[in-house]
């Protein structure tokens, strides 16, 4: 006699496409395809986690330097200087600063600037 499995290959299909849910076509509909789409699209959103943040931290870094230069510093001086002034702000809180303070960020740029 043939055993189907039962409910448990079910919970198993309808579980691989729901996550397949919004897939155009047949990546959403057949469970071979979809069971194929989901795999890559987890693997891409497991990868694109760890991408995200170095995204992050180069835009915080672009904008720390675009503020930083704009009160006549490097960007590798002005960190330069904040370590040695014992300032311990990361780049995001900095990056943060520089766009919503200017003027707060000025005064910390010549604090590193006197270290520096």
């Given at each position: 006699m043939r055993v189907k499995r039962g409910f448990k290959a079910r919970r198993r299909r309808n579980k691989v496409l729901q996550l397949a849910k919004?897939?155009?076509?047949?990546?959403?509909?057949?469970?071979?395809?979809?069971?194929?789409?989901?795999?890559?699209?987890?693997?891409?959103?497991?990868?694109?986690?760890?991408?995200?943040?170095?995204?992050f931290r180069r835009l915080w870094i672009v904008r720390i330097n675009a503020a930083a230069r704009m009160n006549n510093l490097s960007y590798s001086r002005f960190i330069q200087?904040?370590?040695?002034?014992?300032?311990?702000?990361?780049?995001?809180?900095?990056?943060?600063?520089?766009?919503s303070d200017p003027s707060g960020f000025s005064q910390i740029a010549n604090l590193a600037a006197q270290q520096g």
């Open positions: 919004g897939f155009r076509g047949g990546r959403s509909k057949i469970f071979r395809t979809a069971a194929g789409a989901v795999d890559k699209a987890l693997m891409y959103a497991y990868r694109d986690r760890r991408t995200k943040k170095r995204n200087g904040m370590k040695r002034a014992g300032m311990a702000l990361d780049r995001k809180v900095l990056a943060d600063l520089a766009i």
